[in-house]
């Protein structure tokens, strides 16, 4: 069974850190690419950051671009998001995600996310 | 960056009526090479992650009731749920994986009961 947990959400202050985490099982990890999709309380969904499998290829939301680090350790079968100077609109529910098939696809699988509260 | 639109916000439809979600893009999401749509749907219910019903536009994902069915092509698509069940009150978004990220999606689709 395909897993996805992530981790490392919480409280931090406008302009903080916070690095996210996400544990993939059930699969091969190393050949999938990777997402990162953010849901503010109450709004849509927000795709925030792309990573291929062997991390040749990155992207990233307008949004996020400059402030937010997306890597993979295919070794720990994880993924990462590094986040820096955080804004109150960075508030999320941040989930990982991982795209259905090796080749272009959209997310096919889908972590239970963690919570990012951006607030003094 | 392609910009995704879905109509109605919201619906409500009876029990075991047809519900359609329509799903634009501001420019064409079929790539001509293969006649592939890079479109998909997601289903999401409170409290839960999004779940993957169709990609390719139309294609089924595994273990998706046959009542859920994509149609559209190039820069219109429609969601259809041809009988409205209890368990398909949800948000529905609509997401284009054409090219090179960002992967943009709809505004979302509300449907409730009538």
């Known amino acids: 069974e395909v897993q996805l947990v992530e981790s490392g959400g919480g409280l931090v202050k406008p302009g903080g850190s916070l690095r996210l985490s996400c544990a993939g099982s059930g699969f091969t990890f190393t050949s999938y690419s990777m997402n990162w999709v953010r849901q503010a309380p109450g709004k849509g969904l927000e795709w925030v950051s792309f990573i291929s499998s062997s991390s040749s290829y990155i992207y990233y939301a307008d949004s996020v671009r400059g402030r937010f680090t997306i890597s993979r350790d295919n070794a720990k079968n994880s993924l990462y998001l590094q986040m820096n100077s955080l804004r109150a609109e960075d508030t999320a529910v941040y989930y990982c995600?991982?795209?259905?098939?090796?080749?272009?696809?959209?997310?096919?699988?889908w972590g239970q996310g963690t919570l990012v509260t951006v607030s003094s | 960056d392609i910009v995704m639109t879905q109509s109605p916000d919201s619906l409500a439809v009876s029990l075991g009526e047809r519900a359609t979600i329509n799903c634009k893009s501001n420019q064409s999401v079929l790539d001509s090479s293969n006649n592939q749509n890079y479109l998909a749907w997601y289903q999401q219910k409170p409290r839960q992650p999004p779940k993957l019903l169709i990609y390719?536009?139309?294609t089924r994902e595994s273990g998706v009731p046959d009542r859920f069915s994509g149609s559209g092509s190039g820069t219109d698509f429609t969601l259809t749920i041809s009988s409205l069940q209890a368990e398909d009150v949800a948000v529905y978004y609509c997401?284009?994986?054409?090219?090179?990220?960002?992967?943009?999606f709809g505004q979302g689709t509300k449907v409730e009961i009538k």
């Open positions: 997401q284009q994986y054409y090219g090179t990220p960002p992967r943009t």
């Open positions: 390719w536009a139309s």
């Open positions: 995600a991982r795209d259905r098939d090796y080749s272009t696809s959209p997310v096919g699988q």
